[in-house]
């Protein structure tokens, strides 16, 4: 008897091992429908040349309904969203057939008057460069869109614009998303495209400035997420697209030690190799994957830098100035 | 485990224990709220300190938290706005440190939630310390005095929480409570008739005790004071986006007040006798104005008088011992 219970046991244990898969976010940024590079121009919608050099946002308080209306909440998982990063793995559950998915963007109360140093850097909630907390009122960014317009018609987008919402009434619950997902070879790809666009408009990005605070643009921009449907559910294809796509920039918001975002075409591990103008190698950092955004954490002095990406038969070059 | 962290961490519970460190809190003082997870004790208070004046801190290591924050002026600069790297001058003035540890928030609009998250602020502002917090960490890790005190204080080597933590425990042992006002409550010594006057009228003829009371001289309240119509700092508003919190700024301690001029969010006033000015004026006309601001007289006697009660309340023990 007490033999078959163990047989059961292991038996049920195994079942419930095997029936994990793998959660993946998959993160399509697409501006005007097409997908979004940081090294590209777009158009706004009253039709000025916009480059947008930074887009992150949090994704929190992620809940899934799945197999038969079964709810499981991702309390504990954070997503710290890139506009260059598509792929985000959620963790393991015990699911299947996944048929709505709600979350929200931002953080809630408790994390957002928490303190980043309590986190590691490598938590979407710790220390971020760029920053994503900012110390002042102890606050996260929940959603920060950077960029230059133009504002003389010239085709040329050269008048920059920061905003970056700030404060607990940013917080956008997002639970529009149905759409089916099942589960195969135990992996299951959450697939939403994320339409830039949309969070931008009304928005007076000509006399937007630099506006980290909890303003009414900033809270126009952040409601636009709802309204105006800025995640939306889709089968995998167009993820295809987006993986031929090549997008090497520099962020300089800690001008001394910046931060590579890097968006490779081909999904391997790359090493990336910083060297100075005098062909010295400065820093060296391996198994980066093929798409990320890495803080140089090191202070350089001015000069000319490049960056390989070494993968495979694969190498990619890109070159930043420290002034 | 190997010899040597037998060793050490031997070592490290006969001399250092976490012992909770007993501050020196005056009798007639509370217990100042310490968190759970960064109970005082010797170890971080002596590495907070360290960390607390040393410019190593900022990017270009000219300017360290002391720079603003002097002991001599009760942790404050006697500065209009604070100076920050390169001579930058910063959007407010600075606030004293005094009894920072009985603060309910902290930044002068009270949006910051704890001492350990405001000690992350100048690090990341570009006109303070400008200095990634994890880059920061890589700095001090890279000091041997500074790995030692760290693994001592909190069992690890540098790292962001350590700073921002050390820092703070530093910062709560700032007590001031040795003034001439305060040995006059322990009944040391007696106040002159003039400071008598002068706490009379504070206590009992005026309305300064409605906000300024208690062992601190505040309510920790959050209010606006009528200093202009139209403010260029918004203060509050710009993290809450209320119209309520539009030009709404802490109340401050009075404790030291004499020696941290000049005054309000922005030093825009050079002398407790003006400030005594604007509140007899009734403050100007606010949406958010408290409303016991109301006009009132005294005469050149009574101002000199309020003003000799308040300057009862510097505490040179505090200012010489750090």
């Given at each position: 008897?007490?033999?078959?219970?163990?047989?059961?046991?292991?038996?049920?244990?195994?079942?419930?091992?095997?029936?994990?898969?793998?959660?993946?976010?998959?993160?399509?940024?697409?501006?005007?429908?097409?997908?979004?590079?940081?090294?590209?121009?777009?158009?706004?919608?009253?039709?000025?040349?916009?480059?947008?050099?930074?887009?992150?946002?949090?994704?929190?308080?992620?809940?899934?309904?799945?197999?038969?209306?079964?709810?499981?909440?991702?309390?504990?998982?954070?997503?710290?969203?890139?506009?260059?990063?598509?792929?985000?793995?959620?963790?393991?559950?015990?699911?299947?057939?996944?048929?709505?998915?709600?979350?929200?963007?931002?953080?809630?109360?408790?994390?957002?008057?928490?303190?980043?140093?309590?986190?590691?850097?490598?938590?979407?909630?710790?220390?971020?460069?760029?920053?994503?907390?900012?110390?002042w009122?102890?606050?996260?960014?929940?959603?920060?869109?950077?960029?230059?317009?133009?504002?003389?018609?010239?085709?040329?987008?050269?008048?920059?614009?920061?905003?970056?919402?700030?404060?607990?009434?940013?917080?956008?619950?997002?639970?529009?998303?149905?759409?089916?997902?099942?589960?195969?070879?135990?992996?299951?790809?959450?697939?939403?495209?994320?339409?830039?666009?949309?969070?931008?408009?009304?928005?007076?990005?000509?006399?937007?400035?630099?506006?980290?605070?909890?303003?009414?643009?900033?809270?126009?921009?952040?409601?636009?997420?709802?309204?105006?449907?800025?995640?939306?559910?889709?089968?995998?294809?167009?993820?295809?697209?987006?993986?031929?796509?090549?997008?090497?920039?520099?962020?300089?918001?800690?001008?001394?030690?910046?931060?590579?975002?890097?968006?490779?075409?081909?999904?391997?591990?790359?090493?990336?190799?910083?060297?100075?103008?005098?062909?010295?190698?400065?820093?060296?950092?391996?198994?980066?994957?093929?798409?990320?955004?890495?803080?140089?954490?090191?202070?350089?002095?001015?000069?000319?830098?490049?960056?390989?990406?070494?993968?495979?038969?694969?190498?990619?070059?890109?070159?930043?100035?420290?002034? | 485990?190997?010899?040597?962290?037998?060793?050490?961490?031997?070592?490290?519970?006969?001399?250092?224990?976490?012992?909770?460190?007993?501050?020196?809190?005056?009798?007639?003082?509370?217990?100042?709220?310490?968190?759970?997870?960064?109970?005082?004790?010797?170890?971080?208070?002596?590495?907070?300190?360290?960390?607390?004046?040393?410019?190593?801190?900022?990017?270009?290591?000219?300017?360290?938290c002391s720079t603003c924050h002097n002991p001599n002026y009760a942790f404050s600069d006697r500065k209009i706005k604070a100076i920050g790297?390169?001579?930058t001058i910063l959007e407010r003035n600075t606030p004293t440190l005094t009894n920072v540890a009985y603060n309910k928030y902290f930044m002068l609009d009270g949006v910051n939630?704890?001492?350990?998250?405001q000690?992350?602020v100048p690090?990341?502002?570009?006109?303070e310390?400008?200095?990634?917090?994890?880059?920061?960490?890589?700095?001090?890790?890279?000091?041997?005095?500074?790995?030692?005190?760290?693994?001592?204080?909190?069992?690890?080597?540098?790292?962001?929480?350590?700073?921002?933590?050390?820092?703070?425990?530093?910062q709560?042992?700032l007590i001031s409570g040795?003034s001439k006002y305060d040995?006059?409550?322990?009944?040391?010594?007696?106040?002159?008739?003039t400071e008598?006057k002068g706490k009379?009228l504070f206590y009992?003829e005026l309305h300064c005790a409605s906000c300024h009371n208690g062992f601190n001289f505040t309510n920790y309240s959050l209010t606006n004071n009528g200093l202009y119509k139209f403010y260029p700092d918004s203060g509050r508003i710009r993290?809450?986006?209320?119209?309520?919190d539009r030009a709404i700024f802490k109340v401050p301690t009075l404790r030291n007040i004499d020696v941290t001029h000049p005054y309000m969010h922005d030093g825009s006033i050079n002398t407790l006798e003006e400030v005594i000015l604007h509140y007899m004026s009734g403050g100007n006309k606010h949406?958010n104005k408290h409303e016991i601001i109301q006009p009132f007289q005294l005469n050149n006697e009574e101002i000199y008088s309020l003003v000799s009660f308040l300057k009862t309340l510097t505490d040179s023990?505090f200012l010489?011992?750090h």
């Open positions: 008897m007490i033999r078959n219970l163990i047989l059961l046991f292991f038996f049920l244990n195994s079942t419930v091992c095997l029936s994990q898969v793998d959660l993946n976010l998959i993160l399509n940024h697409k501006f005007n429908g097409d997908p979004f590079l940081y090294s590209q121009n777009y158009q706004d919608e009253n039709g000025n040349a916009i480059n947008i050099s930074r887009l992150q946002y949090y994704i929190s308080s992620i809940e899934i309904t799945h197999d038969s209306g079964i709810n499981t909440p991702l309390s504990s998982v954070y997503v710290l969203a890139n506009g260059n990063v598509t792929n985000y793995f959620l963790g393991q559950y015990s699911i299947y057939n996944i048929e709505k998915l709600e979350f929200d963007l931002g953080v809630d109360y408790d994390a957002n008057h928490g303190n980043s140093s309590n986190y590691s850097s490598q938590h979407p909630l710790g220390p971020q460069s760029p920053l994503m907390d900012w110390g009122p102890a606050g996260y960014f929940f959603l920060v869109i950077d960029g230059t317009i133009d504002d003389n018609g010239d085709g040329v987008p050269n008048k920059a614009f920061q905003l970056r919402s700030l404060g607990d009434i940013m917080l956008q619950d997002v639970n529009y998303l149905t759409n089916s997902y099942e589960s195969i070879n135990n992996i299951i790809n959450l697939s939403l495209d994320v339409n830039i666009d949309r969070w931008l408009s009304g928005i007076d990005l000509i006399n937007a400035g630099i506006d980290h605070s909890s303003s009414s643009t900033n809270l126009n921009m952040c409601n636009n997420t709802v309204t105006n449907q800025v995640f939306e559910a889709n089968d995998l294809s167009s993820l295809d697209i987006q993986q031929n796509l090549i997008d090497i920039t520099t962020d300089y918001n800690v001008s001394y030690s910046p931060t590579i975002n890097y968006k490779l075409n081909n999904n391997i591990d790359f090493t990336l190799s910083i060297y100075n103008s005098s062909g010295q190698i400065v820093l060296q950092s391996q198994n980066i994957g093929f798409e990320g955004n890495y803080f140089i954490r090191k202070e350089l002095k001015s000069g000319v830098y490049f960056v390989f990406f070494n993968g495979g038969k694969y190498t990619y070059k890109h070159k930043f100035i420290i002034n | 485990m190997n010899f040597n962290s037998f060793i050490f961490i031997l070592i490290f519970s006969l001399f250092s224990s976490f012992k909770i460190f007993e501050s020196h809190i005056p009798s007639h003082f509370p217990e100042p709220y310490i968190p759970e997870s960064n109970q005082l004790t010797i170890e971080r208070i002596k590495l907070g300190k360290k960390l607390f004046f040393d410019p190593i801190l900022s990017r270009d290591s000219t300017i360290s790297k390169n001579g939630p704890t001492l350990e998250n000690a992350l690090f990341h502002e570009k006109n310390f400008d200095l990634h917090i994890l880059i920061a960490s890589d700095r001090i890790s890279n000091n041997a005095d500074y790995v030692k005190l760290s693994n001592l204080a909190y069992g690890t080597n540098p790292n962001p929480k350590v700073i921002t933590s050390a820092i703070a425990s530093y709560r042992t040795k040995q006059y409550l322990n009944k040391e010594i007696e106040l002159n008739e008598m009379n009992n993290l809450t986006g209320k119209n309520s949406e023990t010489q011992n």
